[in-house]
């Protein structure tokens, strides 16, 4: 089964988990978990500066050549990204969400800069999280990681943590819609100057090559 995918296409797919399910009686810790999770996060995040696309898209327009890899490298680490997405031979990512590898190529700066500053602006078609409304009124938002013969959904509410998942009972849903808030925290740049937003920004640009020509000296 693809990530991401609405209940009605994903039984068109096949595919074997990589998480541990849960029963449906330890959702609700699972969630608080989770919810726990989400502010450890933010509190080891101290925000210095919430950068702006007027802020930084005319120093990352050009990155010209003789940038450092090993900053890069380092940057792309201290924001996470690898938890989350494959980038060459740096990360494997959780499968949750789009490759990096070679996202110079796919899109331009200022679409890259845009998606990492405002996540939620423009929703990839394949990554999204799913709201499930069930009939009892509560909602359950996530990524959908596997369905089980028709009858139980395995959702991952937490991309950045998709071993914590929640079982839910097809039967019990009422109804299900792509969530409008992208699964990728916004802030994730914050705690950068923006020199060390444009070496980032030439990692990725470079798709983790040490050789790329954006690392020739100048």
Request: proline share 5%; net charge neutral; hydrophobic share 40%.
């Amino acid at each position: 089964m693809r990530r991401g995918m609405s209940l009605e296409n994903a039984e068109r797919w096949s595919y074997s988990p990589f998480v541990r399910t849960r029963s449906s009686a330890t959702w609700l810790s699972i969630a608080a978990t989770a919810v726990v999770l989400g502010v450890s996060l933010g509190a080891q995040q101290k925000v210095s500066k919430a950068w702006t696309m007027d802020d930084l898209l005319p120093v990352v327009k050009d990155l010209g050549t003789g940038r450092d890899w090993n900053q890069g490298r380092e940057m792309f680490r201290k924001t996470g990204c690898g938890v989350c997405h494959a980038f060459g031979s740096e990360s494997e990512g959780t499968g949750l969400a789009p490759d990096l590898t070679a996202i110079a190529s796919k899109s331009t700066r200022d679409v890259i800069l845009r998606d990492i500053l405002e996540p939620s602006a423009t929703l990839n078609g394949q990554f999204f999280h799913t709201a499930f409304t069930m009939k009892d009124g509560t909602v359950v938002t996530g990524s959908i990681i596997d369905i089980v013969d028709k009858k139980k959904i395995i959702v991952a509410p937490v991309m950045m943590n998709p071993q914590a998942t929640i079982e839910i009972a097809a039967a019990d849903v009422k109804s299900e819609a792509p969530s409008p808030v992208s699964p990728m925290p916004a802030g994730l740049l914050n705690e950068l100057t923006k020199a060390q937003i444009v070496e980032l920004m030439a990692y990725l640009d470079s798709g983790g090559d040490k050789n790329a020509p954006i690392y020739t000296k100048k």
